[in-house]
């Protein structure tokens, strides 16, 4: 590893607030990896690992999978070579233990630089969770109405087939809200204690969501 700090941001929001789709957006333009904790319990699902196979039951209830389990994936993961820098990371932490647990492995870098909050009310959470759609092939996400693809059912980047989420389908979308209310908001305050939370209203488009962000991080970085 190089002597150079690394570079650490934390998405917060409720689920379906943009975390995903603000990430993907500035992976490029920070050169730095999007790590989703979501995205990676899904691979493992559909590739039906140990570990996959572990996160099922609690995703499927939309609880949080056990912290022990999360927080070593998330540090083999910072071990590889595209986290050399840093890292967005979109879905984690997701409780105090797991915000702690981060603190420490990246005490060497100074901590997480920003943690930019994606405001969003729990009515257009709900709409934005039950109209997504991702794409089965490249993880890529749409809306059928906000952010639709050009062909109906199919990834504009790759052809690839979209999908609906077993959790975004049923009771389990109002357990995750819960779920983060209980567990995941405390994280506000911790963040802000630390001098790195930063609002941003969610509510409006992708673009300008987009555009807020990098001036927050050409403010703060
Ligand atoms: P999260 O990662 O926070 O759960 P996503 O990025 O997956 O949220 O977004 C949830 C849904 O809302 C997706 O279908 C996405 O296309 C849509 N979406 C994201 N940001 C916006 C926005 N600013 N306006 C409208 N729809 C959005
Ligand atoms: P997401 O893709 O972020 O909406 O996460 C989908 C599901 O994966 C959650 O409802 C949890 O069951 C699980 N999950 C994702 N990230 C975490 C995390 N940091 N800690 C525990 N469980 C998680
Ligand atoms: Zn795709």
């Known amino acids: 590893m190089s002597s150079q700090k690394r570079t650490f941001l934390v998405l917060l929001g409720v689920p379906g607030a943009g975390k995903g789709t603000q990430a993907k957006l500035l992976e490029e333009s920070l050169r730095l990896p999007q ?28 609880d949080l999978v056990p912290d022990e389990v999360t927080i070593r994936m998330v540090q083999d993961r ?8 840093g890292a967005i990371l979109d879905g984690f932490p997701r409780n105090l233990i797991q915000a702690q647990a981060f603190g420490e ?7 997480v630089r920003l ?3 994606i405001n969003l009310s729990d009515e257009e959470a709900m709409r934005r969770i039950t109209g997504r759609r991702v794409c089965r092939t490249c993880g890529a996400v749409y809306h059928i109405d ?22 975004d389908k049923t009771d389990t979308v109002r357990n995750r ?15 802000f204690a630390k001098g790195v939370l930063a609002e941003l209203d969610g509510a409006q488009p992708i673009d300008v969501v987009q555009a807020q962000l990098k001036q927050l991080l050409e403010q703060k970085l």
């Not at 910072?78 to 820098?85: I, Q």
């Not at 504009?156 to 989420?165: H, M, T």
């Open 177 to 191: 809200l819960y779920v983060y209310y209980k567990q995941t908001s405390p994280l506000i305050g911790y963040y």
């Open 35 to 62: 790590i989703s904790t979501g995205d990676i319990f899904r691979y493992n699902l559909k590739n039906q690992t140990e570990l996959g196979l572990l996160a099922k039951s609690y995703m499927d209830r939309g």
């Open 146 to 167: 906000f952010n639709p693809p050009k062909k109906e059912g199919v990834c504009d980047i790759d052809g690839g087939e979209l999908y609906q989420r077993d959790d």
């Open 105 to 111: 492995m990246t005490a060497s870098d100074g901590g």
């Open 115 to 117: 943690a930019p909050l």
């Open 78 to 85: 910072l071990e590889k070579p595209d986290a050399a820098n």
